[in-house]
């Protein structure tokens, strides 16, 4: 079973920078594409970031594009999502997660694996 564990949350000021990361475990994941989505209170978990494992082809939402980077450490099975010119409105709880496919997917229902979250608060 693949378990995703995320980590790297906090608490950053308006225009400041975080950086998440989510550690995978359970098999190999050279097929796979991973995502990030977030969840705010009374909104639909929405999809922020993704990329290709063996690849490294990356995909954004728009309300990110320029400010959040994604990137993997195969070595460490590790991806990361560095935040950076942080707003307000990404205030959220962040999660994890796995496909076992290579497309550009946006839908949480098109990913099977996730994990616990990690909230993000930004402060103006």
């Known amino acids: 079973q693949v378990q995703l564990v995320e980590s790297g949350g906090g608490l950053v000021q308006a225009e400041g920078s975080l950086r998440l990361s989510c550690a995978a475990s359970?098999?190999?994941?050279?097929?796979?594409?991973m995502g990030w989505f977030r969840q705010a209170p009374g909104k639909e978990r929405e999809f922020v970031a993704g990329?290709?494992?063996?690849?490294?082809?990356?995909f954004y939402a728009d309300s990110v594009k320029g400010r959040f980077t994604i990137s993997r450490d195969n070595a460490k099975n590790t991806v990361y999502l560095q935040m950076n010119s942080l707003k307000v409105e990404d205030t959220a709880v962040y999660y994890c997660?796995?496909?076992?496919?290579?497309?550009?997917?946006?839908?949480?229902?098109?990913?099977?694996?996730w994990g616990q979250g990690t909230q993000v608060t930004v402060s103006s």
């Open positions: 990329i290709r494992w063996s690849a490294g082809g990356t």
């Open positions: 997660a796995a496909r076992e496919n290579y497309g550009m997917a946006r839908a949480p229902n098109d990913y099977s694996y």
């Open positions: 359970g098999r190999t994941f050279g097929t796979y594409v």
